[in-house]
Structures are given as C-alpha cells and as structure tokens.
C-alpha cells in the first residue's frame, strides 16, 4: 500500500483523501439522522404512553379531581381586583365553576379563630362548590394549619403602594363608576391627597400605606404591626411558597394570559374577554388627581413605605421571572410558549 501511495501522482492522492472525506461526512450525516428519527419515534412512542395512562385514568374517574380545584384570590383593596373578578363571574357559566365572594363584616381582612375553621371546613368540604373560586378582602390563610389534606390554590394582584393608596383615597370620598350612585364613607371631603399629605392627614399616613404586606402575610399578630420586617419576610415567603401566581396592576393582561395558559378549566378564554369585554375596565376611580412629585417624595422618606415598596418590587421581579419564562412577545403582541418537556421510557410497556 505504502508503494501504492508513493506511485500515485500527488493530485489523485489529493483526491482520493477528499473523496474518503465526503464520505465519511456523508456517512457521518446518515448517523445523525438516524439518531434524530430514532429519538423522534421514542418521543411519539412516549407520547402515545402518556395518552393511553390518561385515557385509562379518566376511564377509572382520575379525571374527578380536576373538577376538586379550589382558586383563593384574596384581593387587596385598589388593585384592579373588581375589573378582575368581573372576567371569572363572565366565564364561570362558559367554563362550569362556581364564583363565590367572602363578605366579611364591615370589610375586616381579619377572621376570628372560630370563623377561619368554618371558612376553611366550607371551602375543602363543600364538594357542590367545586370547581370553586373564591374572592374577598381577606388576610392569607394557611390551610394546613387546620389538619386538611388539601390546600386551595391562592392567586394575588399588588399595586405600586403609593398608587394604590392614592387610588383608596379619592374612592373613599367620590366614588368609581362601577357603582356611580352610592354614598362613599368619606363623601364630601373635598380636600386633595396632596393636601392631607401637607397637613399631615390620618387618611394619607404612611401607616395607610401598610395593607399588601398583611394581606400576604396572614393572621399572626405581626403581620398587622405597621413596619415589621418580620412581616415583610413572612409575606416574601407566603407569595413564593403558597401563592401560584401573583401579577402587578400595571401589567394586568400578562397576569391573565398566564393564569389562561396555567389554568384553562377556569380562565379559557379570559385574555380574549379582558380585551374586548365591557367590564373588563369598568371600575375606574373618579375625581382622581395625581400626587405631586412633593408629595411623594414626603410618604417616600418613611420607613414603611421603604418595606411596603420593598415588597412589591420583589412581587414585581417575581412575576417578572415568571412571564420571561411563559409568554414571548413577538411583533407587538404577546403569545405562550408551548410545552418544552415531554416523557420517554416509560415502563412497564402498556400492554
């Protein structure tokens, strides 16, 4: 062979090493596409598993437990939460759930020991509610705590602080259009936000500011001390750990378009009904005039409001992370990714 090679003319040396090239990449090629098939049959051999373990399980009344869901949205006061809850009253016919509102006396987001074990014995064990989706100005309850073997599913809406309470204020005195004509607690006060701010007003307090926290936090005592970090903590582990989605105000359409494609026995179609239904944008503060850069520099020099803001930045940064990782936007428009998993080698073989 050596003698061979020392024969050949250097050209068709040259293209007899170019011609085992091309065939080793040609050769090389067959194999990658033989591994893409290969892996391409073991996904739709996998995908016919999963769909014969389903088929099996609705036939044996697994699909009962879908319709067990239980959706705790336990509103924060002027954070969109009535353009919100319109969307789950509009589907629940279209969809088959129930949409039941928790009217506490006199709005106190604080229930009593006996009431939080009647309210949670109601909501695990009221099996003609469910699928069921609670709503109200309730504190976070923890429903293990109470010896139950499931746990409700609980979603949320925060508001940048300030806005919020600005948005309570000017309600509290005139009002929105969702219900024009009835009489406001704080009906003719006409002084402005900015005013109370200057005169130093209970209404406009820093200590008004603290409501989101609480609200995440719970039913400890600690919860309702204006300016706990131990709160704050408490209320930043309750969101991560107990809470399956929490949106912002400001970004409220993505927060319904995400529960649409993580939740679609409750809110198919939502993302459709927020765009173009009349009530999704019906409940609108009237008489509202913006603070001054004044006035929210003074509520920004208080250290609640630094634990307060602390607190939604860090919902904010969350649901952030969240959307990066479900909705894509694309030509102005946002859309949600498919599913990126899928199972292979499932035993034992279905038979």
Known sequence: MGLLRSTMPPKIQLLAVLAF??????????????????????????????????????EDGGGREADDSVIIYNRVPKTASTSFTNIAYDLCSRNRFHVLHINTTKNNPVMSLQDQVRFVRNVTTWREMKPGFYHGHVAYLDFSKYGVKSKPMYINV???????????????????????????????????????????????????????????????????????????????????????????TEELEDFIMILEAVLPRFFKGATELYRSGKKSHLRKTTEKKPPTKETIAKLQQSDIWKIENEFYEFALEHFQFVRAHTVREKDGELYVLAQSFFYEKIYPKLS
């Open 158 to 248: 925060v508001r940048d602080p300030i806005e919020r309470l600005v948005s309570y204020y000017y309600f509290l005195r005139f009002g929105d259009d969702y219900r024009p004509g009835l009489r406001r607690r704080k009906q003719g006060d006409k002084k402005t936000f900015d005013e109370c701010v200057s005169s130093g007003g209970s209404d406009c307090a820093p200590e008004k500011l603290w409501l989101q926290i609480p609200f995440f936090c719970g039913h400890h005592s600690e919860c309702w001390n204006a300016g706990s970090r131990w709160a704050l903590e408490q209320a930043k582990y309750n969101l991560v750990n107990e809470y399956l989605l929490v949106g912002v």
């Open 21 to 58: 090239g091309v065939a080793m990449l040609l050769i090389e090629n067959q194999i990658q596409r033989l591994d893409e098939s290969r892996a391409k049959l073991e996904r739709t051999m996998a995908r016919h598993e999963v769909v014969g373990v389903e088929l099996r399980r609705s």
